[in-house]
């Protein structure tokens, strides 16, 4: 009885998945949404939650299916949901790569499936793979911020460089940028560069170990807003938030409240909204049949200081 | 022989002596008080941890959620305190105090670590595995939560615990010490304490005895759990920020605490002051690289040799274990 029942089941179930088969064939070609792919290096991290979702909010506002892949810091899995995305259909690609180098065999798959990737916020060494690429200027954006750092130390002091992951392309863009106009200016001395790895904790008990070689410093410059935030703890539990400056880098909701209560002394706003919204735009016109596209498009990175709060939100301006 | 022995008792606490003369001698900052308290209140999320992690190991079983854990039960505390429960459906909304956010954070870390017991125990599954599963499980439950944004502005009552002082001692090393002199006195002198070494030193005898040994291994993920939440809310409360990347790789640094502390992976064999002192020498070497100014590179690599060079010395000691 179980197999005559099972028999059945099967009889009446088959003719459904061979209609729901053919069915799917038809609708796809007809008046189904278009898929379009957003892969975010990581979603650890509200900056890149919000690159994320803002590409993802604005394909979806142009009538298009998206779904957000996270490759969790990681080429390989980035790999897995390329290959992944190739097999699904999707029709493009908004991209914000785990490696310059690493990356750029995932877009050039993509590339021989016919699907095409756009980079937003970092970039792959790589001209012909991507569409286009829209890139936040992290080096340029530091020379801008050290100008700003040397006129409110007014040509000397003594600083700490808080680094980001040693192993991460955006963390020496930053450190160049930032000594590239820093380094000329002789009676600016760096005490220590340490690593505090993006992170809020690390920053916090870094700074701590450093404050005790070095409790006559007169400012912190840090790569990322976290790791402002955990210097500017530190400073607090010493005592020293008040003469101590502190700096950071990306433009979050923390960091720009403390600018507001004149706890920071400056940022440098990297726009995740506005680069996710453009991608995805660009993307739209691609599709649309649109081909005449810049193969990069540098977004600038603007200083926030005290003086010009007022004119920035965080995570950036909509476009 | 009589020197031999004691220098292999004792072998962490020289270790850990001749690193404090070393960077003594190398930086004049090292032996303030100030920097004392640093790197007490810096190890005491870790020690919490690893009196856990040791309590694992001691039944040959392994934990590598607790970093996990630690950002979920953190979160957890923080958004119980900031926003409370909310149900819309049955217009019901129930605001949380200080010591009932704190509450459910621990209550939650221990439900975690409850359940990763129930899989190895129940279902077998092999410690490495259940503690692999549920790293990214509660990593998974903590973006959910936090919807991959920190949870900040907590008041000062909440940052008392992970900043403040009490009787001329910051508040996480009171936290610490207290966990590890009740760790200490029920793994000396307590049966559930005998019943753990008893676990990891031969689970079968140990089960021939007459021990419910699937009752000890649940509580002591349990208890890994707890202590995992209260390194959660001490961290919290330090940032005033549940982050929703807290505690990334925290369980590799309680590894390698026990394993310097001389506790042996292969269980019934050391003990919570052991951890201890391998937390120390791990956070006296954080702190005196940075202060020395050495290179970040170069850091890794010398705890990397930090570690091996521990167990080389425990292989020496105790050449007939596998």
């Known amino acids: 009885m179980g197999r005559r029942f099972f028999s059945d089941v099967v009889k009446f179930i088959t003719p459904i998945i061979l209609a729901m088969i053919l069915l799917g064939c038809v609708r796809k070609d007809g008046n189904a949404p278009k898929k379009i792919a957003v892969v975010i290096s990581t979603l650890n991290n509200p900056w890149f939650v919000v690159l994320g979702e803002s590409a993802a909010q604005k394909a979806r506002d142009l009538g298009y299916e998206t779904t957000i892949f ?85 040509k000397k002091g003594k600083y700490v460089e808080l680094l980001g992951l040693v192993g991460d392309n955006n963390t020496w863009n930053r450190s160049k940028g930032f000594h590239s106009v820093v380094d000329h200016f002789p009676d600016l001395k760096m005490v220590a560069q340490q690593s505090a790895d993006f992170d809020r904790n690390k920053a916090m008990e870094v700074l701590e170990s450093v404050l005790q070689s070095n409790p006559d410093i007169d400012a912190v410059f840090c790569g990322n807003d976290a790791m402002a935030m955990g210097a500017y703890q530190a400073l607090v539990s010493a005592g020293k938030a008040d003469s101590v400056m502190v700096f950071g880098f990306d433009g979050t909701e923390d960091v720009m409240n403390a600018i507001k209560n004149k706890k920071i002394m400056a940022t440098a706003m990297q726009s995740p909204k506005f680069m996710a919204q453009t991608a995805a735009e660009l993307a739209d016109k691609y599709l649309k049949g649109e081909r005449n596209m810049d193969r990069k498009m540098p977004i600038t990175v603007e200083v926030v200081t005290q003086d010009n709060i007022s004119e920035f939100d965080a995570y950036g301006s909509e476009n | 022989m009589n020197i031999k022995t004691t220098v292999i008792k004792f072998q962490s606490i020289i270790a850990l002596f001749i690193l404090c003369v070393v960077l003594a001698l190398l930086s004049d900052k090292f032996l303030t008080p100030e920097n004392g308290w640093n790197i007490m209140r810096q190890i005491s999320i870790n020690v919490c941890i690893s009196v856990g992690m040791t309590l694992v190991i001691l039944t040959r079983g392994i934990d590598l959620s607790v970093g996990s854990i630690l950002a979920f039960s953190g979160a957890v505390a923080a958004g119980l305190l900031k926003y409370g429960i909310d149900i819309p459906s049955l217009n019901l909304y129930i605001g949380f105090t200080v010591f009932g956010a704190i509450l459910g954070g621990i209550l939650v870390g221990g439900g ?62 009171w ?144 050449p007939n274990e596998d």
Not at chain 1, 113 to 134: H, K, W, Y
Request: aromatic share 10%; glycine share 12%.
């Open chain 1, 70 to 154: 996270d490759s969790q810091n990681n080429t390989a899995k980035e790999a897995e949901h390329f290959e992944n995305l190739i097999a699904a259909g999707y029709s493009a690609v908004l991209f914000n790569p785990t490696d310059a180098e690493g990356s750029v065999s995932n877009v050039n798959r993509a590339k021989q499936a016919g699907i095409p990737t756009f980079c937003m916020d970092r970039e792959v060494n790589s001209l012909e793979g991507p569409v286009t690429q829209i890139i936040s200027d992290s080096f340029s954006g530091c020379v801008d911020l050290g100008q700003y750092f040397v006129r409110q130390m007014n």
């Open chain 2, 112 to 173: 975690l670590g409850l359940f990763n017991g129930w899989m190895i125990t129940r279902f077998k599954v092999p410690p490495f595995v259940a503690t692999l599963a549920m790293l990214t499980i509660a990593r998974g439950a903590t973006m959910l939560w936090t919807g991959g944004f920190p949870i900040t502005g907590l008041g000062e009552h909440f940052a008392f615990i992970g900043t403040g002082w009490f009787l001329g001692m910051p508040m996480p090393v």
């Open chain 2, 175 to 318: 936290i610490t010490i207290i966990v590890v002199a009740i760790a200490v006195i029920v793994t000396r002198s307590t049966k559930f304490g005998r019943y753990v070494y008893a676990i990891g030193g031969n689970e079968s005898a140990a089960r021939l005895s007459g021990l419910n040994i699937n009752k000890i291994k649940i509580w002591v993920y349990a208890l890994a759990g707890i202590l995992a939440a209260v390194g959660g809310i001490i961290l919290t409360s330090r940032l005033d920020s549940a982050q929703p990347n807290a505690g990334f790789s925290y369980e590799l640094d309680s590894i390698a605490a026990v394993v310097i502390g001389g506790t042996s992976l292969s269980g019934g064999r050391g003990s919570i002051m052991g951890t201890v002192q391998g937390a120390l020498i791990i956070g006296v070497l954080n702190s005196g690289l940075v202060l020395l100014n050495v290179s970040p590179f170069w850091q890794q690599i010398i705890k990397g040799f930090v570690i091996l060079i521990a167990v080389i010395l425990d292989r020496v000691n105790h």
